[in-house]
């Protein structure tokens, strides 16, 4: 028989380098999980993400156990990497911070493709492209 799921805990962590410090420890800590255990199985895991920010859903079962599956990195992650910036214009409207090419875009698709609510690559773009927009990065061809 299955276990029991008593209940989800969902999180951002930067890969490879979790630490017990918060987020990860009160949130963990208050349902009486391993946190050290956690944050090896984690750390080893993402060690080829070192250092980017990914999103990380954890199964809490009835018996204290725990699974979690990692996510893709946020596309705003993604986008800012592509793009070399720091972070997203205040006035994406006006201000723009930085640009990617139509290459950078379909990469960062293709990565996001799994998690995202699209049937195939083409619209899936079109969901980068609105968060690209909304951080002020053009898209060039």
Do not use: C, W
Not at 58 to 69: H, L, M, N, Q
Not at 84 to 106: D, F, H
């Amino acid at each position: 028989m299955a276990k029991k799921v008593a209940f989800n805990i969902k999180l951002q962590a930067k890969g490879g380098q979790a630490t017990p410090a918060p987020p990860i420890g009160p949130a963990l800590g208050q349902h009486g999980l391993n946190i050290g255990q956690f944050v090896s199985q984690f750390n080893e895991r993402t060690k080829d993400l070192n250092g980017t920010t990914v999103p990380v859903v954890i199964s809490v079962y009835a018996d204290k156990s725990f699974t979690f599956e990692v996510k893709s990195p946020p596309a705003s992650v993604l986008i800012k990497q592509a793009a070399e910036i720091a972070k997203g214009s205040g006035v994406p409207n006006k201000e723009k911070v930085g640009n990617i090419t139509a290459e950078q875009l379909r990469k960062i698709t293709q990565a996001k493709f799994k998690d995202l609510n699209a049937y195939d690559l083409d619209q899936a773009e079109k969901i980068i492209k609105g968060t690209a927009r909304s951080m002020g990065v053009e898209i060039i061809d």
